[in-house]
Nanobody
Framework: QVQLVESGGGLVHDGGSLRLSCAASGRTFSRYFMGWFRQAPGKEREFVAAISGTGSVTYYENSVKDRFTISRDNTKNLVFLQMNSLKPEDTAVYYC??????????????WGQGTQVTVSP
């Protein structure tokens, strides 16, 4: 199991930016697909973005693909989510995820404790 700790959440106005970070434990960080999910009040947890172990492949949910960028630093066991042009509908708790494959992220991945992102109108 990979231990994950998120940081960087907060309160911003509509159109603002935030950068989330996720620190992972372990020596095999580069073997893991890393990703971000989010959960708004009363809604199911949804996929946001993912990045392969080498960083060469990325996936995005359609509503964020032109505004958010996922990246990773394998030398420091970190993954980032740069969020620009934030909208009130982006308000949610954001969770970091680590899994051996992209397909198993939701069902077999490890999760962080989450960080709150609030976008005010």
């Amino acid at each position: 199991q990979v231990q994950l700790v998120e940081s960087g959440g907060g309160l911003v106005h509509d159109g603002g930016s935030l950068r989330l970070s996720c620190a992972a434990s372990g020596r095999t960080f580069s073997r893991y697909f890393m990703g971000w999910f989010r959960q708004a009040p009363g809604k199911e947890r949804e996929f946001v973005a993912a990045i392969s172990g080498t960083g060469s492949v990325t996936y995005y949910e359609n509503s964020v693909k032109d505004r958010f960028t996922i990246s990773r630093d394998n030398t420091k066991n970190l993954v980032f989510l740069q969020m620009n042009s934030l909208k009130p509908e982006d308000t949610a708790v954001y969770y970091c995820n680590a899994a051996i494959t992209y397909a198993t992220m939701r069902t077999q991945g490890s999760w962080g404790q989450g960080t709150q992102v609030t976008v005010s109108p």
